[in-house]
């Protein structure tokens, strides 16, 4: 199991929504004109009491994707915040060798105004969340 394949499968989700959607991985180069979508990751190996292995070895992963979705305006981030969640929510993602949990969000925040490059922006930021145990 490996972060990168857990994230690789939500990058993989969102590039493959209906239509075209810019999808970054971490970083949006200088220059990069809205809409897009800029996804960013953090994971845990939680140890739940109910779920403890015997031999003691991690067995549930969680991904974390913060999800800004970018658009020249509220309404245009609002949409495609819209497409992120058709792409997202509720699917079950194929990881190698995991038994991947429907993907849920956990969080999210309404649009926020950003002119600080002298264009103005707007980021509309959600958190899905992928969990996972061994196959």
């Not at 499968?9 to 493959?16: E, I, N, P, R, S």
């Not at 075209?20 to 190996?45: E, H, I, Q």
């Not at 792409?87 to 079950?92: G, I, K, N, R």
Request: hydrophobic share 40%; aromatic share 6%.
């Amino acid at each position: 199991m490996t972060i990168r394949a857990h994230a690789d499968a939500v990058l993989g989700l969102l590039q493959a929504a209906p239509g075209s959607m810019k999808v970054l991985d971490g970083a949006a180069p200088s220059g990069t004109v809205p809409p897009y979508v800029l996804v960013y990751f953090a994971d845990a190996d939680p140890e739940l009491p109910d779920s403890r292995p015997l031999d003691g070895v991690s067995q549930r992963h969680i991904l974390w994707a913060y999800v800004h979705s970018v658009g020249g305006n509220a309404a245009a981030a609002r949409a495609l915040g819209e497409r992120v969640r058709a792409a997202l929510l509720d699917v079950v993602p194929s990881v190698t060798g995991r038994e991947c949990f429907p993907i849920r969000r956990e969080d999210g925040q309404p649009p926020q105004r950003d002119e600080s490059t002298g264009v103005l922006v707007m980021d509309r930021v959600d958190v899905y969340r992928l969990e996972s145990v061994p196959a």
